[in-house]
């Protein structure tokens, strides 16, 4: 079926093709294996630009419909399909190749690294192919779900809304399709863009305006790192082009001849590479920018800063795992390791005392990550994308039903003040899906996220410390982590949606997200009021039906998810993905010898069994910490208020390190102090360099020429015949002695 | 005598205008003679452009300008035995008669407007 | 003869067109009289037509004829409209309600369109000179219109004051070259161009230029400095500028220079840039002459304009810096001589010409597109002051042509300037390079003025303005504007039509039929 559409498709398009068949073939050459693709692979980035084109012109006629989400949708509706029909069309081992048109060629010589070339082509192998479904697939779903959720800012905002949102699916493809380093840079720094200004969407909010600049200099420290590798890579290998990358790296030399293994660049490169995957992906010191990027819309948060561009950091460490495996002491992989295992466990432990759902989804989010990174670097490159695939599902499920509270519950957030959600009407599919993904995430038998956790936790107790310093350990580190995962996504389930019913609603009593339109749109949500009695009328909304539909989808996905594990022989479907990209890992090449035991038995049958137990225990935790009374809280919580709930004893207990983990351990704080209160500092002082010395040099050489034309101007031009008539002899005379003088 | 001139120009650099039975002083007559002339015209007509403020003494000193300039054609093109120096002198005086014509007229509109010939009065523009 | 001709169709129809216009400008009905400004663009048009398949002409420039030309009638064209309506409007309004009765006395508008073309007429045939009489007439007969369009551009006694300098002023500078030509023809004794070139060759191959031709050139050059008003010829520009009517202003700031950068260019081919140590620059004498003049009117113009509160007086000082910018191109000459547009000297000044003089219409044109409450153009930069609010498209064009008179990129000006530097560098020419960028850079200052004067700041309350009643000049400032970014699109084609116009013949020894020795005076003196 997938394939004879996709013959269709070459039909329709074939004059096109037909027109650059030339480029085509000479993409052919270019690439020393592969096949080339159709050109309509070209539609799939740019028909979300072609959304941006388009909504910005509704801008500009100031449409007030839903017409630019319609637009979006379909847009990015057919772009998923278009890739699906790539996935469906493609041979499943050799990498599809299009090159569009020549993008940069600058050559200053004819050694090999004097030629830097990158054409605006397409890379399509497993690993990007399976990140483009899901970003498209995702892309197009929450698009949807924001056509409703942004209701309330139709006009101008929502225009603005979805005319970033396309960008950034432009952005992420360019990302993860583009066929060399520097496409990738140019979606990095594009999705950078978007996720700056759809985290400053409520522009008269400060803290959302705050949210976006940290976000943005954060990423731009990281952004230096990757920029540094890809110089790097290129004075060292002579390309960026993926194919011919890895050719050279194969071939165990750099340009210049010299073996890898003796370079400083073999571990320099993939650690600054690192650097810049750590910043978009909020690891390790980066990761503070993440949790206030809560401060844009809720699909922002699903789509960019959960599902996908956060990925971009894994996609990057996965795409260049040649590069990793190249250093022979894997100093990098064993950072990418222990940094993603120590992110994954200190947000797991500040979101177990958040309060705001929320912000505890984005710590998750970052916790999650650290799993996906950790897997990447203990080789477990299969399970790391894997996760990267069923997070992306249910941590967008997860955020959108959060979101779909924030929505009925006029921004309320605060588990404190929210209550029994599944016996408020209209809240059913909501729960529904909440539950699916908090199952998923927390690692529930026969979820997604369950064999896709598995896979990277067992692979860290297979990997010998030999190769990975320290890998088990920090395999132990994960299990805990799963077990802290589970207790607090739980948590989250048992306050809030199951339970008594008790709520209050949110302090702007719109949407949350309209700050800037308090009074400017009257619609049917009916708290329009005034503050002060909204809350005595207040009614929680549930959602319609494009946020049912959508939740109800991406529940569907969660669910199948997890039947991808068995799908194919590679460990499942991504095991299949990642052996036909540049990210599968000849485990047997690099480990040798025999597998390392776990209690005794093979790690991977025995893990089952294992993270079963942690992610059963931190349910229970959770439900007897949190859960209410009766069958809701699995016949063991206690809870009857929405405020107070048996872990509050413990807590003050704990006192002062609960109060610090609520705190998120005083990072901003810490990092304001030792970063940002120097800066400010030094900034003070160069502004005053700037303007005693600068200024004053630049006013200096500013007026001399101000006071030297005041003085020839009131000499010469006086306005008189004869002064003129005798300044120009004068002048001849003098110019005529200086050359008499000059030759003589 | 063409002869006579062109053997005399090769071989002296002493160029001869006048006719033999002229007087000596004048026979005698050198190119640099011609140019000396002229350079003073030349420099009269600047000295009387920058000395004089009357406006019509002011065109007559570029009119002498002018003419230096066409004096010293004629001499070169006596020189030089060619016509283009005298061609040249010739249009040289159609020029001048038409910035006569223009002065005049030009002259004439200041005279009216300030009932005086100062080119100085005309200062109102300055800086 | 008849081939000779052939050359000049251009001319001959702007002449002709020129009789025509001079008829019917002195038509009782007043609609027979409005046609003179679209006979006038008629006759360009076809003068244009006629200057294309003019490929190859004699003379040191042969290829010179269908750019230069094609430039003088596309400036010319856009000049056109900003000249509408610069004289005669009283008259019109008064027969109009019968106040007065047409009189042909009375009427200015035949001649002033008439001199306009004879100016063009002039201007065209600089460009094809090939002989030192043609070229003394050409450049006479491109000034002498220019001096009583001047002086009749308005009716008050400032247009009348600009008149007498600049006629008087302008005489001495003709004086001054033509002397300079007259001891030219002395050194080499021919006043035909090509043949100058080959005697001065022939001199200097046999041990060094005569010293009369060296002077005569200099003091042509320092002559036609005032045509291009250059230091020290440049005192009457501000004046002249002021006190003329924005249109003849922007014609004053093209026409003449043009005029006389055509004749520098033809009188420096003649000696060729063959001299110096590496038989690549001018005579020593004339490379200093032109080094000194460059730098010192770059200087001048750029710091006097700074002082100036007159948006004309601005635009005037400029105009003196952009001919020291050009003299700069003049100075690096054609360079290997079959090289690319970036190191060919004077296909960068040709180039420049062209983007100077569409660029410096839009300028005028927004200040004659303003009217103050006396009726008079608007001058002052207090007049354009919160232009963007009253007049966004007269502002918008403003700061188009002021970046682009700056060489802000990527706007016309900018490719001009950057011919200009890179041909200096590899003529080698470092320090005037760096003249040129430092004066490019305080040329910012007083350009960004009169853009912020128009965008950022309020109009001053007691200024009143109100638009002009000539909506053709409207139309030339965004013609202008448009075209500053229009011609982008063929900027590539320009800069390699100037090369070919560049295409320099350098005279080798023979060709002049009287070889003469050097002309030797000292020897004559005994």
């Excluded at chain 1, 050694?111 to 399976?130: I, M, V």
């Excluded at chain 1, 894997?386 to 959060?402: D, E, G, I």
């Excluded at chain 1, 992610?615 to 206690?638: D, T, Y």
Aim: overall charge negative.
């Amino acid at each position: 079926m997938g394939v004879s559409m996709t013959t269709i498709m070459d039909a329709i398009l074939s004059a096109a093709v037909a027109q650059h068949g030339g480029e085509a073939a000479h993409a052919a050459v270019a690439a020393s294996h592969g096949v080339t693709g159709p050109l309509w692979i070209g539609l799939i980035p740019l028909l979300p630009l072609l959304g941006v084109v388009l909504v910005t012109l509704l801008a500009c006629f100031n449409e007030k419909s839903k017409m630019p989400a319609w637009i979006s949708v379909g847009l990015l509706a057919v772009s998923f399909l278009l890739t699906l029909f790539a996935y469906l069309g493609w041979n499943g081992h050799d990498a599809i190749h299009l090159k569009l048109w020549d993008w940069i060629g600058l050559s200053w010589g004819d050694l090999r690294g004097q030629t830097l070339a990158a054409g605006f082509a397409f890379y399509f192998d497993g690993l990007s192919l399976l990140w483009m479904l899901f970003v498209t697939g995702l892309a197009c779903l929450i698009g949807l779900y924001a056509s409703e959720y942004m209701e309330h800012d139709a006009g101008l905002g929502y225009c603005r809304f979805f005319a970033a949102f396309n960008l950034f699916v432009f952005s992420m493809s360019c990302l993860v399709m583009g066929d060399n380093l520097l496409m990738l840079f140019l979606g990095w720094e594009g999705v950078g863009l978007c996720s700056y200004l759809l985290i400053g969407y409520f522009y008269k909010k400060k803290s959302a305006v705050d949210a976006g600049m940290k976000a943005f200099v954060v990423n731009r420290i990281g952004d230096l790192g990757l920029l540094m590798g890809m110089l790097l890579t290129f004075t060292t290998f002579g390309t960026l082009q993926y194919d011919a990358l890895f050719n050279q790296i194969h071939t165990g030399l750099t340009a210049g001849g010299t073996p890898l293994s003796q370079t400083w660049q073999v571990w320099a490169i993939p650690l600054l590479l690192m650097g810049g995957a750590f910043g978009k992906s909020a690891q390790l010191f980066f990761y503070v920018w993440l949790p206030d990027a809560m401060e844009g819309p809720t699909p922002v948060s699903a789509l960019i800063h959960a599902a996908t561009m956060v990925t971009a950091g894994v996609y990057l460490v996965a795409r260049m795992m040649p590069l990793y495996l190249a250093d022979p002491a894997h100093i990098a992989l064993t950072a990418v390791t222990w940094g993603g295992a120590i992110t994954a466990f200190w947000s797991a432990t500040i979101a177990v005392a958040q309060f705001d759902i929320k912000r505890i989804m984005g710590y998750s989010t970052i916790s999650q990550l650290g799993y996906m990174f950790a897997g990447l670097g203990v080789l477990a490159t299969t399970g790391g994308v894997f996760h990267v695939f069923t997070h992306a599902f249910f941590k967008a499920t997860l955020f959108l039903s959060c979101g779909a509270v924030m929505h009925g519950f006029a921004g309320q957030l605060d588990m404190r003040k929210l209550s029994g959600l599944w016996s408020i009407n209209g809240f059913r599919v909501v729960v529904i899906a909440m539950l699916i993904g908090c199952l998923n995430l927390s690692g529930f038998p026969f979820t997604g996220g369950y064999f896709s956790k598995d896979m990277i936790i067992a692979e860290a107790f297979v990997t010998p410390d030999s190769v990975i310093a320290g890998s088990s350990w920090a395999g132990w580190l994960l299990l805990l982590t799963a077990g802290m995962t589970a207790y607090y996504t739980f948590r989250v389930f048992f306050r809030v949606f199951v339970g008594p019913v008790v709520y209050e609603p949110g302090e702007d009593l719109h949407a949350h997200d309209d700050h800037e339109h308090a009074d400017a749109h009257g619609h049917g949500h009916g708290h329009d009021d005034a503050h002060d009695h909204a809350a005595e009328h207040f009614h929680p909304h549930g959602p319609k039906w494009a946020i049912n539909l959508v939740l109800t989808l991406l529940s569907v996905g969660c669910i199948l998810s997890a039947g991808l594990y068995f799908l194919g022989d590679h460990h499942g479907w991504a095991g299949g993905m990642v052996h036909a990209s540049s990210a599968v890992v000849d485990t047997h090449a690099v480990e040798g010898g025999e597998e390392a035991l776990l209690f005794g038995q093979p790690p991977h049958e025995i893990m089952f069994y294992i993270s079963a137990v942690f992610g059963f225990g931190g349910i229970l935790l959770a439900a007897w910490f949190h859960g209410p009374k009766g069958i809701a809280g699995l016949l063991i919580g206690g809870r009857t208020t929405a405020a107070e709930v048996r872990m509050d004893p413990i807590a003050k207990a704990l006192r002062p390190i609960s109060t610090w983990a609520v705190r998120k351990w005083y990072v901003d704080e810490f990092y304001h102090l030792v970063l940002v209160t120097p800066l400010k500092i030094f900034a003070h002082l160069f502004h005053w360099f700037d303007k005693l010395i600068v200024d004053g040099l630049v006013n200096f050489f500013g007026a001399t020429p101000r006071v030297s034309s005041d003085a020839i101007g009131e000499s010469t031009q006086t306005g008189v015949l004869h002064d003129y008539a005798l300044r120009m002899v004068a002048g001849i005379a003098v110019v005529l002695v200086v050359v008499v003088l000059v030759l003589f | 005598m063409h002869a006579l001139l062109a053997d005399s120009t090769l071989t002296g650099g002493l160029l001869t205008l006048a006719q033999s039975d002229f007087p000596h002083a004048l026979s005698t007559l050198t190119l640099n003679h011609y140019l000396f002339v002229s350079a003073a015209m030349f420099a009269l007509g600047i000295i009387g452009f920058l000395t004089r403020r009357n406006l019509i003494i002011m065109f007559l000193c570029t009119e002498l300008m002018f003419q230096a300039a066409g004096l010293a054609l004629i001499a070169f093109g006596r020189y030089h035995l060619n016509f283009d120096g005298q061609s040249f002198v010739i249009f040289v005086l159609t020029i001048a008669a038409a910035e006569a014509a223009m002065a005049l007229a030009l002259v004439v509109l200041l005279f009216r407007r300030r009932e005086s010939l100062d080119a100085d009065l005309w200062a109102e523009l300055k800086g | 003869m008849t081939d000779k001709l052939a050359l000049v169709w251009p001319e001959i129809w702007l002449f002709v067109t020129t009789c025509v216009v001079m008829v019917v400008g002195l038509s009782p009905d007043l609609r027979v009289r409005k046609l003179c400004g679209w006979i006038s663009a008629l006759g360009l048009v076809v003068a244009i037509g006629a200057a294309v398949p003019v490929a190859h002409a004699g003379g040191l420039f042969p290829s010179i004829t269908p750019y230069a030309k094609g430039m003088i009638g596309v400036v010319g064209l856009m000049l056109l409209p900003l000249l509408a309506g610069t004289v005669d409007r009283d008259l019109d309004a008064a027969i109009e309600s019968g106040k007065a009765t047409f009189s042909a006395l009375r009427s200015n508008r035949a001649e002033f369109y008439a001199f306009f073309l004879f100016s063009l007429t002039g201007l065209m045939l600089t460009a094809s000179a090939d002989d030192l009489i043609w070229l003394f007439l050409a450049l006479e007969l491109t000034s002498l219109p220019t001096y009583i369009m001047v002086t009749i551009s308005t009716r008050g006694t400032r247009s009348q004051e600009a008149g007498v300098k600049y006629f008087f002023l302008g005489a001495l500078g003709a004086a001054i070259f033509l002397y300079g030509f007259a001891l030219i023809y002395g050194a080499t004794g021919t006043t035909d161009l090509a043949e100058i070139a080959a005697a001065f060759r022939a001199q200097s191959e046999a041990g060094g230029l005569n010293t009369i031709g060296v002077a005569g050139l200099a003091v042509a050059l320092i002559g036609l400095c005032f045509k291009i008003a250059a230091v020290p010829m440049h005192m009457y520009a501000a004046d002249v500028y002021q006190g003329a009517a924005s249109g003849v202003s922007a014609m004053l700031a093209f026409v003449p220079k043009t005029a006389g950068f055509l004749a520098i260019i033809m009188l420096c081919g003649a000696v060729g840039w063959t001299h110096g140590a590496t038989h690549d620059s001018l005579p020593a004498p004339i490379y200093i002459l032109l080094w000194v003049i460059a730098a010192a009117t770059m200087f001048t113009g750029n710091l006097l304009a700074i002082r100036q509160s007159s948006v004309k007086r601005i635009l005037a000082y400029s105009s003196v810096a952009h001919s020291g910018y050009m003299l700069v191109g003049v100075i690096a000459g054609p360079g290997s001589g079959h090289g690319t547009f970036w190191d060919n000297g004077i296909a960068a000044v040709l180039f420049y010409l062209l983007t100077y003089g569409v660029t410096n219409v839009g300028t005028f044109a927004v200040l004659a597109s303003i009217q103050k409450p006396n009726g008079e153009e608007a001058d002052d930069i207090a007049d354009i002051r919160g232009l963007h609010g009253t007049r966004p498209h007269l502002a918008g064009a403003m700061l188009l042509c002021v970046l682009s008179l700056l060489g802000m990129p990527p706007l016309l000006g900018f490719f001009g300037k950057v011919g200009l530097f890179t041909s200096a560098i590899s003529a080698g020419e470092i320090p005037l390079v760096i003249v040129l960028g430092l004066n490019s850079a305080i040329a910012a200052f007083y350009y960004l003025r009169i853009a912020r004067a128009a965008y950022l700041e309020p109009a001053d309350e007691h200024v009143e303005t109100r638009a002009g009643p000539i909506p053709q000049r409207v139309f030339a400032a965004v013609l202008s504007a448009s075209a500053v970014v229009l011609l982008l699109t063929v900027a590539q084609m320009l800069m390699e039509r100037s090369v070919t116009a560049s295409g320099y013949h350098a005279p080798h020894a023979g060709m002049a039929d009287t070889p003469h020795e050097a002309l030797d005076l000292t020897r004559a003196d005994d």
